[in-house]
């Protein structure tokens, strides 16, 4: 219980970790070292995502196109351009630009990133905590130069340069099923819920933290029967609303200091509903309703209700996770895959410093969605040969316990060559169906060894 008597209180620091036993990180060094062109290559064959990255209806057939497709999101992955790239691979820039020019739209990118995301769903992953919950985080970048869509962080780099920020949403298996690129001055709680629409689960629970979410949010999710999680990093300073007349016998209500407004809530309901059934059928996006409501300084009737209604779904969640132990396990366990999923895509755009140079809005992007494709690759192939890994642990006789096998995530790149000279072959790798080689660590050649000397001992 985050309740010291008086106040609520943050969860202590041990809630937010994880441990991982010795045997448990055997798995991730057993992973064959791959280089990353090959790894595309190795997915494309599983998931045949180059061919919905097609010109006017038609699909890259040609290996020839097929291997400048690949350059060129190596290209628009490592932000480093098509000129670099081309002297690191066997394609010439114009062939580059050409490929990325006709074959890189928005629907292609989104259809190829739809269908790895789909794949990996009927990948093994016991080990993966929490499949049900979805998350979303936003990443900044600095840009060169000037662009429309970026602006200045004074918190981060002062009035000297600007930034953007990229948000992402990622599923239980790590699916990056949604990215949005906004201005570092919005607000990130306003897009929160956009990408939630189009799933296709009957129960939708999503983490976010304390940028992603506001009384508005709250609100909306609840009225489309959505569950949203939020970690507080200022959860004692939160103001928590009474909605009727209290009990002085109930302890936590001496923390509800303030009070709802009851009746702009049952005047507006039915409309409150019918903005629900809009967002529900698509004649809305949530983003925008959000946004016009945040930034009116005047709301109406239904501005006023709905954040009303906000503040007690807020309430009521910061009770329950003060309360809830588990609630707050699960919802960190989801929030740090988040966390490992931006330090891989760090790791992939390491072009120019990891800043954006690329200005206009369309090829920016063009940029973030090949970046959100190179690393639900990532997520294939890493949960493809972990599930690998930990069959052969098991034929072994290296059993791992479930409680030490939640800490082990798919986002590893360290197996993973991503620079130096990319040979871009189709023909090369395993053929559909196989796979590479795992590897085996020392540590795992010397707990096989002790594990028989035992035996030996054992029978004598």
Request: charged share 25%; proline share 5%; aromatic share 8%.
């Amino acid at each position: 219980m985050l309740y010291d008597g008086i106040r609520l209180t943050g969860e202590p620091p041990s809630e937010r970790q994880v441990e991982e036993s010795k045997l448990a990180t055997l798995a991730p060094q057993m992973l064959p070292e791959v280089q990353y062109a090959q790894l595309l290559v190795d997915v494309s064959r599983d998931v045949p995502f180059l061919e919905e990255l097609g010109h006017y209806g038609q699909g890259a057939r040609s290996p020839v196109r097929q291997g400048q497709l690949v350059g060129a999101l190596l290209a628009n992955i490592f932000g480093v351009g098509y000129a670099q790239m081309a002297l690191a691979c066997g394609y010439s820039e114009r062939e580059l630009r050409e490929a990325a020019s006709r074959h890189f739209t928005e629907e292609n990118l989104e259809a190829a990133n739809a269908v790895i995301v789909q794949r990996l769903r009927l990948l093994p992953h016991e080990w993966i905590a929490e499949l049900l919950m979805t998350s979303s985080d936003g990443q900044r970048y600095e840009t060169i130069g000037k662009s429309p869509i970026a602006g200045f962080a004074a918190r981060h780099t002062g009035f000297r340069r600007r930034m953007l920020t990229w948000l992402l949403w990622i599923t239980g298996e790590y699916g990056h099923f949604g990215g949005k690129i906004i201005p570092v001055t919005e607000h990130e709680s306003w897009h929160t819920l956009d990408p939630l629409v189009h799933l296709d689960t009957p129960q939708v629970q999503h983490a976010t933290d304390t940028h992603g979410n506001t009384e508005l949010t709250f609100g909306i999710s609840d009225l489309l029967g959505w569950e949203l999680f939020a970690r507080f990093s200022d959860l004692p300073d939160r103001r928590l609303y009474l909605l009727g007349e209290g009990d002085p016998h109930v302890a936590a209500e001496l923390l509800l200091t303030r009070r709802a407004n009851r009746q702009p809530i049952a005047e507006q309901y039915e409309e409150l509903q019918r903005i629900a059934g809009s967002i529900k059928r698509g004649w809305i996006a949530p983003s925008l309703l959000i946004s016009q409501m945040a930034t009116d300084p005047k709301p109406g009737r239904t501005g006023r209700a709905l954040r009303e209604y906000g503040r007690v779904i807020e309430t009521n969640f910061i009770l329950r996770w003060a309360s809830d132990p588990t609630l707050r396990a699960r919802t960190h366990g989801q929030l740090n895959k988040g966390e490992n999923a931006n330090a891989l895509r760090r790791a992939l755009g390491h072009g120019n410093r990891g800043r954006v140079r690329a200005r206009d809005p369309e090829q920016v992007h063009r940029q973030f969605e090949c970046r959100r494709l190179g690393a639900n690759c990532v997520h294939y192939w890493n949960t493809k040969y972990l599930a690998l890994a930990f069959t052969e642990l098991d034929q072994l006789g290296l059993q791992i316990p479930d409680g030490e096998i939640a800490g082990v995530h798919n986002a590893q790149h360290e197996h993973i060559n991503l620079i130096g000279y990319h040979d871009i072959n189709l023909h090369a790798g395993p053929r559909k169906g196989n796979h590479r080689p795992l590897r085996q660590p020392a540590e795992l050649r010397t707990l096989l060894s002790r594990t028989a000397t035992n035996r030996t001992a054992t029978n004598a």
